[in-house]
């Protein structure tokens, strides 16, 4: 096809000219290059070198990089029923083509004489990785098992996409028009706004929306469900949309439980013919933890430390609920976030309403690139570059080095939500990654995807707080991306990074909103332009760990039910996926799961992401990345140069380093130590325990 920008196009994708039609074409020529490897590689009669056996393996990469990886991204930021049928076409096409070269057996012989030879440290890790990697793709199995191996993957890999499409489509179908302001007592008015703008434009209006008579739409999407719920004086208009959205993608057209229990019963039968014996010993054969038993008893410690905290949590919101006459009868689940959002204004005399009036998106942004800046020595800039977006939000940023004054990277800013096509969540995901090539160094580009509160009319975004932790958190992915000094496209930023230390740059990030120069320099009051109080700010950091210790047990409610699902329960047998869930909460939830909880049927990171049999991942890398910040206040955050030390320090380990080192070996490089859990318990409040 003439003019296809998929085909034979090198930098930046054109995003504005990429339309459904050009997919297919595009994974024909790319087809046609998989071919052709396997055919030089069958023919094979070089000498092995580094050169001769990777370098074109990773021209492959990049071709699929280039060629198809713009089609995965539209997917998940501009999805519509055209580019899903396309999508959905070739995807089987796709994911033989990986098979076909993981199983290769040539390749897999050339890897082994590879490793064999004097390659450096750097090198020996990708070729270990890459001979792991064909096992755990069935390099090994013959006939049937062979078969059988390729029709699982097949099929899971079309299982995760209908997965994402279901849980998109059936947010999509949901809303809920409110026209009797009575309804939306308790709202506030930034609130009454959005969600009048939100009619409006749903509808097609061209009047201006009136956010004082309405109507107001609601959606099941986080910036419009997640205020409702905690400002809402409605009760029954809370608890219908908790448990819409607690049900959400488990019924009708949209219904994801049989595709759950599918997925579960390939996953163990995968892990079987590779001959583990479940499908979280295969997930954690590529880890940072030594084993399952070792995660059991990691994420079980942490619940020890959590319980009793959250018992004492729990009781206190109900005993202020009653106290103060909100409640009557017992704190239900829909009452949770209205009610733990009174009591926090109480406590610490806080009004979230009031605190995001001072965090406008572009402050923030810019506050962001200043810390960036002092600590890691780089300059973040909006680019003047005529660049194609898939939206008219999307800002494009280069990074470049203070020392060099090089450009080192760029990335994608798309920050608003848009649930009418583009899936919830946040995430930082890969554009282009850094390699040498015989043109010269490629520079690493990265999107960083948030789904925040759009801007109203035309005043900018305000953001609560969670999303300015949430932008922190998705940058520090970036950073990694974006950052890294490896030359190997297989080892740079997060490649070859092991799954469960990848969340340390992220996590590590957010620990800068609460330092006080920090987050001072990033806000601005939306109508008079003044400063975040320091009395506020006293307020932030006071209630940082306000019921911590419930939302920690939430996340190990969530590791223990994934790592049973892949480790001790049968798919095959009676037991449900929900029976799991509600058992793993006896022992750990203080606030037992309604019965109809079919939260799973949405749980995209396990069933659709990176995430099975690893969503320990976030508490297992918090422990790396607490003890990694401890390290910038034992030095002392108040003193620049320290912290440009240190920064420095961080950046030319954890976040140059990248894939090239096992990821244990980086923090120690960096901390001088092991890894300890102190920094974490004493950050989240609960070392005393």
Same mark, same amino acid.
Request: proline share 5%; hydrophobic share 35%; charged share 25%.
């Given at each position: 096809m003439q003019n296809n920008p998929l085909i034979g196009h090198h930098g930046l994708p054109l995003f504005e000219k990429i339309f459904p039609e050009h997919i297919e074409p595009a994974v024909a020529v790319l087809q046609k290059k998989v071919d052709d490897l396997l055919k030089h590689f069958e023919t094979f009669t070089e000498k092995v070198t580094w050169e001769t056996v990777m370098g074109p393996m990773a021209q492959l990469d990049q071709d699929f990089q280039q060629g198809f990886s713009p089609v995965g991204h539209l997917l998940g930021v501009k999805n519509s029923p055209e580019l899903r049928a396309a999508y959905e076409k070739v995807q089987p096409q796709i994911v033989q083509m990986g098979l076909e070269l993981d199983q290769n057996k040539k390749i897999f012989s050339l890897l082994t004489e590879l490793n064999q030879q004097n390659l450096n440290s750097v090198q020996k890790r990708i070729v270990e990785a890459k001979l792991r990697d064909a096992r755990n793709s069935g390099v090994a199995l013959e006939g049937e098992k062979k078969k059988r191996f390729s029709e699982i993957s097949q099929r899971l890999s079309q299982l995760s996409t209908n997965f994402n499409n279901h849980v998109l489509d059936a947010t999509k179908a949901f809303e809920l028009i409110i026209t009797d302001k009575k309804d939306m007592a308790g709202l506030p008015q930034s609130f009454l706004d959005q969600s009048a703008q939100a009619y409006a434009q749903h509808k097609g209006l061209k009047a201006s929306p009136d956010a004082e008579k309405g109507p107001w739409r609601l959606s099941l999407d986080f910036p419009s469900y997640g205020p409702f719920m905690k400002y809402a004086e409605n009760r029954e208009l809370r608890e219908k949309l908790y448990r819409t959205r607690l049900t959400l993608a488990s019924s009708g057209e949209f219904d994801n439980t049989g595709i759950t229990r599918e997925i579960l019963q390939l996953r163990s039968e995968k892990a079987k013919l590779l001959g583990f014996k479940t499908y979280a010993d295969l997930s954690v054969s590529s880890k940072?933890?030594?084993?399952?038993? !070792?995660?059991?008893?990691?994420?079980?410690?942490?619940?020890?430390?959590?319980?009793?905290?959250?018992?004492?949590?729990?009781?206190?919101?109900?005993?202020?609920?009653?106290?103060?006459?909100?409640?009557?009868?017992?704190?239900?689940?829909?009452?949770?976030?209205?009610?733990?959002?009174?009591?926090?204004?109480?406590?610490?005399?806080?009004?979230?309403?009031?605190?995001?009036?001072?965090?406008?998106?572009?402050?923030?942004?810019?506050?962001?690139?200043?810390?960036?800046?002092?600590?890691?020595?780089?300059?973040?800039?909006?680019?003047?570059?005529?660049?194609?977006?898939?939206?008219?939000?999307?800002?494009?940023?280069?990074?470049?080095? !203070?020392?060099?004054?090089?450009?080192?990277?760029?990335?994608?800013?798309?920050?608003?939500?848009?649930?009418?096509?583009?899936?919830?969540?946040?995430?930082?995901?890969?554009?282009?990654?850094?390699?040498?090539?015989?043109?010269?160094?490629?520079?690493?580009?990265?999107?960083?995807?948030?789904?925040?509160?759009?801007?109203?009319?035309?005043?900018?975004?305000?953001?609560?707080?969670?999303?300015?932790?949430?932008?922190?958190?998705?940058?520090?992915?970036?950073?990694?991306?974006?950052?890294?000094?490896? !030359?190997?496209?297989?080892?740079?930023?997060?490649?070859?990074?092991?799954?469960?230390?990848?969340?340390?740059?992220?996590?590590?990030?957010?620990?800068?909103?609460?330092?006080?120069?920090?987050?001072?320099?990033?806000?601005?009051?939306?109508?008079?332009?003044?400063?975040?109080?320091?009395?506020?700010?006293?307020?932030?950091?006071?209630?940082?760990?306000?019921?911590?210790?419930?939302?920690?047990?939430?996340?190990?409610?969530?590791?223990?039910?994934?790592?049973?699902?892949?480790?001790?329960?049968?798919?095959?047998?009676?037991?449900?996926?929900?029976?799991?869930?509600?058992?793993?909460?006896?022992?750990?939830?203080?606030?037992?799961?309604?019965?109809?909880?079919?939260?799973?049927?949405?749980?995209?990171?396990?069933?659709?992401?990176?995430?099975?049999?690893?969503?320990?991942?976030?508490?297992?890398?918090?422990?790396?990345?607490?003890?990694?910040?401890?390290?910038?206040?034992?030095?002392?955050?108040?003193?620049?140069?320290?912290?440009?030390?240190?920064?420095?320090?961080?950046?030319?380990?954890?976040?140059?380093?990248?894939?090239?080192?096992?990821?244990?070996?980086?923090?120690?490089?960096?901390?001088?130590?092991?890894?300890?859990?102190?920094?974490?318990?004493?950050?989240?409040?609960?070392?005393?325990?």
């Amino acid at each position: 096809m003439q003019n296809n920008p998929l085909i034979g196009h090198h930098g930046l994708p054109l995003f504005e000219k990429i339309f459904p039609e050009h997919i297919e074409p595009a994974v024909a020529v790319l087809q046609k290059k998989v071919d052709d490897l396997l055919k030089h590689f069958e023919t094979f009669t070089e000498k092995v070198t580094w050169e001769t056996v990777m370098g074109p393996m990773a021209q492959l990469d990049q071709d699929f990089q280039q060629g198809f990886s713009p089609v995965g991204h539209l997917l998940g930021v501009k999805n519509s029923p055209e580019l899903r049928a396309a999508y959905e076409k070739v995807q089987p096409q796709i994911v033989q083509m990986g098979l076909e070269l993981d199983q290769n057996k040539k390749i897999f012989s050339l890897l082994t004489e590879l490793n064999q030879q004097n390659l450096n440290s750097v090198q020996k890790r990708i070729v270990e990785a890459k001979l792991r990697d064909a096992r755990n793709s069935g390099v090994a199995l013959e006939g049937e098992k062979k078969k059988r191996f390729s029709e699982i993957s097949q099929r899971l890999s079309q299982l995760s996409t209908n997965f994402n499409n279901h849980v998109l489509d059936a947010t999509k179908a949901f809303e809920l028009i409110i026209t009797d302001k009575k309804d939306m007592a308790g709202l506030p008015q930034s609130f009454l706004d959005q969600s009048a703008q939100a009619y409006a434009q749903h509808k097609g209006l061209k009047a201006s929306p009136d956010a004082e008579k309405g109507p107001w739409r609601l959606s099941l999407d986080f910036p419009s469900y997640g205020p409702f719920m905690k400002y809402a004086e409605n009760r029954e208009l809370r608890e219908k949309l908790y448990r819409t959205r607690l049900t959400l993608a488990s019924s009708g057209e949209f219904d994801n439980t049989g595709i759950t229990r599918e997925i579960l019963q390939l996953r163990s039968e995968k892990a079987k013919l590779l001959g583990f014996k479940t499908y979280a010993d295969l997930s954690v054969s590529s880890k940072m933890a030594p084993g399952v038993p !070792e995660i059991y008893k990691f994420l079980k410690d942490i619940r020890s430390a959590a319980k009793k905290p959250s018992e004492n949590e729990m009781a206190e919101l109900t005993q202020y609920a009653k106290s103060k006459g909100i409640l009557k009868d017992e704190l239900k689940h829909w009452d949770f976030a209205y009610v733990s959002e009174k009591y926090r204004e109480e406590k610490f005399k806080i009004n979230e309403e009031e605190v995001k009036q001072y965090f406008q998106f572009p402050k923030v942004v810019q506050g962001l690139f200043q810390i960036t800046k002092k600590a890691f020595g780089v300059d973040v800039r909006e680019s003047q570059a005529d660049v194609q977006k898939w939206h008219p939000d999307v800002r494009f940023y280069e990074v470049w080095d !203070e020392k060099t004054k090089k450009q080192i990277a760029a990335f994608f800013l798309d920050p608003y939500s848009r649930p009418e096509n583009k899936r919830g969540g946040a995430w930082m995901n890969e554009c282009i990654s850094r390699r040498m090539t015989k043109d010269g160094l490629e520079i690493p580009v990265a999107y960083l995807i948030c789904n925040g509160t759009p801007p109203v009319g035309n005043k900018p975004s305000m953001m609560p707080f969670s999303e300015v932790t949430t932008l922190f958190h998705e940058f520090g992915h970036g950073l990694q991306h974006m950052l890294t000094t490896v !030359e190997f496209p297989e080892a740079a930023g997060i490649h070859g990074v092991e799954w469960d230390a990848v969340e340390l740059p992220s996590q590590f990030m957010e620990n800068w909103c609460y330092h006080k120069e920090t987050l001072m320099g990033m806000t601005s009051h939306i109508d008079t332009g003044a400063q975040l109080p320091e009395e506020i700010f006293n307020k932030l950091v006071a209630e940082k760990n306000y019921l911590e210790a419930y939302s920690t047990l939430r996340q190990v409610l969530f590791a223990l039910t994934d790592m049973d699902l892949h480790h001790s329960y049968d798919p095959f047998g009676d037991e449900t996926i929900f029976d799991v869930f509600q058992n793993v909460a006896k022992e750990t939830s203080v606030m037992a799961p309604l019965k109809e909880d079919r939260f799973l049927c949405a749980f995209g990171h396990i069933f659709a992401g990176g995430y099975a049999a690893g969503y320990y991942s976030y508490k297992w890398a918090e422990v790396l990345s607490a003890d990694a910040f401890a390290a910038f206040e034992e030095r002392g955050l108040e003193d620049k140069k320290s912290v440009n030390e240190q920064g420095l320090k961080f950046r030319n380990t954890v976040l140059a380093m990248g894939g090239s080192k096992h990821p244990l070996d980086v923090f120690k490089e960096f901390r001088g130590r092991e890894p300890q859990i102190d920094a974490l318990l004493r950050h989240s409040g609960l070392a005393s325990t």
